[in-house]
């Protein structure tokens, strides 16, 4: 069982990534997803989770974030739009006990 995330990087203010996190050996529509993050001398906070029938956020990034599933291609998504120099961190996602190895995203000018 394995969760494998790309799409961090550097990106300005204002600007937009799309993190996806790579299931295998478990079918990820089976369960929730969560996606953390965890910034320098911060604790990991949840950010964002989805099940089939729902999808929560935390407040400081409702209507900013987006999380998403392909079943056919056993995939996540995190949409992260107007991406705020706070919101840099490592980003995890988490799903069936597992954790994904993490995805730097640095938000700068």
């Known amino acids: 069982v394995q969760l494998v995330e790309s799409g961090g990087g550097l990106v300005q203010p204002g600007g937009s990534l799309r993190l996806s996190c790579a299931a295998s050996g478990m079918f990820l529509s089976a369960h929730t997803m969560r996606w953390y993050r965890q910034a320098p001398g911060k604790e990991r906070e949840l950010v964002a989770e989805?099940?089939?029938?729902?999808?929560n956020y935390s407040q400081s990034v409702r209507d900013r974030f987006t999380i998403s599933r392909d079943n056919a291609r056993n995939t996540a998504y995190l949409q992260i739009d107007n991406l705020k120099p706070e919101d840099s961190a490592v980003y995890y996602c988490?799903?069936?006990?597992?954790w994904g190895q993490g995805t730097q995203v640095t938000v700068s000018s």
């Open positions: 989805s099940g089939s029938s729902f999808s």
């Open positions: 988490y799903a069936a006990h597992t």
